[in-house]
């Protein structure tokens, strides 16, 4: 055997061990590129802003008038137009002295009127201040512009109910300043003109024998509404 062979065995386990031991140092996680030894801090999370108080709609304009009834006709006379308000509520009737009419609330916010019938199919829209009304009458699919004056009494709206063999009977009048009256009476369903009302005897009205209770409506009067 030669006498260099142990030599270059042991060389030949050293140059090994020395490979082995490099491998090892650039596999450690410690040494790994990219990989930091600790994990890193982390910024603080945001506070979420503050959450937006909820909205709010904004309260009804105070009316313009406190109370007051008015009066008047569609522009061509095709109907009679009776409001009444009283601390932002509005009643109203709307009739033609012969078949057609139509009871009706809602409210005055400012000075906006907005009303309608039960079945939302009759209608008043307009303004309302001290002295008149303006605006727009829909019934049975109709609609007309009409005027109203502040009424004084006796004119006015007026509502009568009497039952005549169990059947209610119901009339609305309407009088104007002038003097004339318009007012339709449903028998049960049935409209056909009202009898005449004295508003200075609203006890004097009979029908088929049966004494009638009349009443002046306002503003904040519960109507039979239809």
Do not use: H
Not at 42 to 49: H, V
Not at 53 to 61: E, G
Not at 75 to 93: C, F, L, P, Q, S
Not at 195 to 218: F, S
């Amino acid at each position: 055997m030669s006498r260099f062979a142990p030599l270059l065995t042991l060389l030949a386990v050293a140059v090994l061990g020395g490979a082995m031991f490099t491998l090892n140092v650039v596999n450690s996680p410690a040494n790994s590129t990219g990989t930091p030894s600790a994990a890193a801090p982390q910024p603080a999370a945001a506070a979420p802003p503050p959450a937006a108080p909820p909205a709010t709609s904004a309260p009804p304009a105070a009316p313009a008038v406190a109370e007051k009834a008015y009066a008047g006709r569609s522009a061509g006379n095709e109907v009679t137009v009776a409001i009444a308000v009283k601390d932002g509520r509005a009643v109203g009737y709307v009739c033609d002295g012969k078949k057609v009419e139509a009871w009706l609330e809602g409210t005055l916010s400012g000075s906006d009127l907005a009303l309608k019938s039960k079945d939302g199919k009759s209608t008043i829209a307009g303004t309302a201040d001290d002295k008149q009304s303006f605006g727009t009458v829909a019934v049975n699919g109709k609609e007309w512009p009409f005027a109203a004056k502040a009424a004084s009494s006796p004119a006015g709206l007026y509502e009568g109910r009497a039952q005549v063999r169990g059947v209610l009977n119901r009339i609305g009048w309407i009088q104007l300043q002038d003097g004339s009256q318009t007012g339709v009476w449903n028998r049960g369903g049935e409209e056909v003109a009202a009898p005449v009302l004295d508003p200075n005897r609203l006890d004097g009205v009979v029908v088929d024998g049966v004494p009638v209770t009349v009443r002046t409506i306002g503003g904040d009067d519960a109507v039979i509404m239809r």
